[in-house]
């Protein structure tokens, strides 16, 4: 199934001259360096194609997945077109005569009597590296670390690959001494096709091999059943391995189709190209927190419509078309192979009800406000001590569960919910330490997996939880000793056990409240210590005994509590008076 929507996503981005997607014969790879040649072959200088980590993505002749040694046709590494690469461990310039010998000779053959200069010219450089004329480039130059290298001609506004030349030779079938297997397709089912030996490489798979990985890929005696070996174990076409892989590719090397989770590379896409792409990325990746143009505030405006028209019940269908396929892929390499992390596939009015229940129970906040969207890699980001490496902190069983339990709409994993908790306790004393992520999870947790449908996004005046009663009573002491003293250490000091042991803390919080009340009335000469004094008989009056443990349910209900109230306590005069009514 996977293999398949990504042929049909192949073939409705060849329908789209704007895609500028691969045809057949080529790939799209990303490449460092570009070697200028005059008609002599001789190196006139090198071309940098990468600007700070991002390498510039070309279409260049199809370049499949190699074992051994295997030239590719115009394009490939410094082990091929120079002869050497750096070996970074022994930081020395390592010759690999054989592999220059390997690509002087595919192309000497591919090239045959081809009278281009441009094509002329690349085999007279590679001509010249065999026969042992060095090149003006130093040892320890980046060409050398592996990166991919084209060719162009001086004069020549195009690279090599691209002149007329070189494009009819790509079309031409290649002539190859492999022992062509034949049989039935199972993408397509088509039958006596050419089957794929080796699958082409994937580009762009966070911390995978620098060459590449596979999604098909076979090499153990263990997995080659009916003496089936490489990739004849799952017998695809040339044409749709092509087109998966090119596909996937073109995925991974954007941006608007992609996020990170962690060591997951997320891919997602639908069968139609517009607005329901658009809010898939909306949704799944980090919503930019200003905006700064027309389309932005129009998608926003667009998205806002679709969200409240689906917690009203109502058609979505004059907005974006309720049965359009999504599908989302989530990929984290494993050696020379990614490994499929989670696959989804359905409806856009599935995925997007979905995405709403979600987000209603993560919203949290005032409700005059706009609800915010918050994306999945936001949750995790919360997991983890603040870091550029925060990901390394993750593991992977949350970044799967979570992703699943939202796009799903089943239980939340109660990992993560504990994963927060621990976070909050270890950085209460932070200004972000309990901020709306963290919060709006928890109260998505308490709503879905234990069933309180009463909490609402704001502070609930009439509750009588005693654990959410217990955080609002922490947060009016916190504001009483901020009141009294100008500053308020006890969220730092002793938010992390009262959110587990409130019996052995509260005691000692109410004594100190007792001499910041009489603080307001001696010392500042005010009467806003009364004020406080009320609010706490309040919440005591409500709350009938302090409970030696508060168990994993009962900390979020405090942790929300506390959230809701210290939101509470600053809104102002006519915002509390409109929630009290």
């Not at 030996?197 to 580009?203: G, Y």
């Not at 028209?309 to 979505?316: A, H």
């Not at 359905?346 to 005059?368: C, L, S, V, Y």
Request: charged letters at 25%; a neutral charge.
């Amino acid at each position: 199934m996977i293999l398949q929507a990504l042929c049909d996503y192949y073939q409705m981005l060849v329908n789209d001259p704007e895609s500028k997607i691969a045809r057949p014969g080529y790939s799209q790879v990303p490449c460092s360096y570009a070697i200028l040649l005059n008609t002599k072959g001789d190196l006139l200088s090198l071309i940098t194609l990468t600007e700070g980590k991002q390498k510039e993505v070309l279409t260049v002749p199809e370049q499949k997945g190699r074992s051994g040694k295997k030239a590719y046709f115009l394009c490939d590494n410094a082990k091929y077109l120079l002869g050497s690469e750096f070996n970074k461990k022994e930081k020395t310039l390592v010759p690999f005569p054989d592999y220059l010998a390997t690509s002087y000779a595919y192309h000497r053959k591919r090239i045959g009597t081809t009278p281009d200069e441009g094509l002329l010219a690349v085999l007279s450089f590679l001509q010249k590296r065999m026969d042992g004329e060095s090149v003006d480039i130093p040892a320890d130059h980046p060409v050398y670390l592996g990166g991919n290298i084209v060719f162009r001609l001086e004069n020549d506004p195009c690279y090599i690959h691209e002149r007329e030349a070189a494009v009819a030779l790509c079309a031409e079938p290649e002539v190859t001494d492999d022992e062509i297997s034949r049989g039935q397709c199972l993408i397509t089912g088509e039958e006596n096709v050419p089957i794929a030996r080796i699958h082409k490489l994937l580009s762009g798979v966070v911390n995978a091999n620098t060459t590449g990985c596979a999604v098909v890929s076979f090499n153990m005696d263990s997995v080659e059943s009916y003496g089936k070996k490489q990739s004849y174990n799952a017998p695809v076409s040339e044409s749709a391995m092509f087109e998966y892989t090119t596909a996937l590719n073109y995925l991974l090397a954007g941006k608007t189709n992609k996020l990170r989770l962690g060591e997951t590379t997320v891919v997602f896409w639908a069968n139609k190209k517009g607005f329901v792409q658009n809010s898939m990325a909306f949704f799944l990746n980090n919503a930019p927190d200003k905006t700064e143009s027309a389309e932005d505030i129009e998608m926003e405006t667009k998205i806002a419509r679709l969200l409240i028209r689906v917690r009203e019940g109502k058609s979505i269908s004059d907005i974006a078309d309720p049965a359009t396929q999504t599908y989302i892929l989530g990929l984290s390499p494993n050696a020379a192979r990614a490994s499929i992390r989670f696959w989804y596939e359905d409806t856009f009015g599935n995925f997007i009800t979905r995405m709403a229940d979600h987000q209603n129970n993560m919203w949290i906040g005032h409700p005059d406000k706009p609800q915010s969207i918050v994306s999945i890699s936001q949750i995790l980001r919360k997991l983890a001590p603040e870091s550029k490496t925060w990901w390394e902190n993750v593991p992977a069983s949350y970044e799967n569960a979570l992703f699943k339990s939202i796009v799903t709409g089943n239980k939340y994993p109660l990992s993560v919910y504990t994963a927060v908790l621990v976070r909050i306790r270890a950085e209460a004393g932070k200004e972000y330490g309990i901020d709306a992520v963290r919060a709006g999870y928890l109260k998505a947790v308490l709503r879905r997996n234990y069933y309180h449908e009463e909490l609402s996004m704001s502070l609930d005046l009439s509750s009588t939880n005693p654990a959410y009663l217990l955080g609002n009573l922490f947060a009016v002491l916190e504001l009483l000793q901020k009141s009294a003293n100008g500053s308020s250490n006890i969220r730092a000091r002793y938010f992390a056990s009262a959110s587990v042991n409130p019996k052995l803390v509260f005691p000692t919080l109410l004594n100190l409240a007792q001499h910041h009340i009489v603080k307001h009335h001696v010392v500042k000469d005010d009467r806003s210590g009364e004020w406080y004094d009320r609010q706490i008989q309040n919440l005591l009056g409500r709350i009938t005994e302090f409970p030696a443990y508060l168990s994993l349910e009962d900390q979020g209900m405090f942790v929300l509590g506390y959230y809701h109230q210290r939101e509470y306590n600053y809104l102002k005069k006519e915002d509390k008076e409109k929630l009290e009514a």
